[in-house]
């Protein structure tokens, strides 16, 4: 079993409640079987969303709004200081999911 960290929790620093859960293990899915290691695809199929977006350490984001998660996906050579360009393959993969 790989005992590296799968959930990592952030706290508030007003009441220590918390506020987001960052997680890196392909055990934690959605309801439609989304997780680390689906694809970008995967994610499309089942939820609508804006776009890709630029997250906190400069990789691309999904935002899903309706279930208060984000996905960050692998870059590849679509994404360019922060912007998508031309089609993001269906095939990339979710490295880590936000929770908030």
Excluded: H
């Excluded at 508030?12 to 970008?40: H, P, Q, W």
């Excluded at 360019?80 to 360009?85: A, K, L, T």
């Amino acid at each position: 079993n790989d005992v590296s960290a799968t959930l990592v929790l952030q706290l508030n620093e007003m009441d220590l409640t918390v506020c987001r859960i960052e997680i890196f293990s392909a055990i934690f899915k959605t309801d439609e079987g989304i997780g680390v290691g689906s694809t970008y695809g995967e994610l499309k199929n089942s939820y609508d969303f804006e776009g890709v977006f630029w997250g906190d350490a400069g990789e691309p984001l999904v935002i899903v709004e309706e279930l208060s998660m984000s996905f960050s996906i692998e870059q590849g050579d679509w994404w360019r200081m922060g912007e998508v360009i031309g089609d993001i393959p269906g095939n990339t993969e979710i490295v880590r999911i936000f929770t908030w």
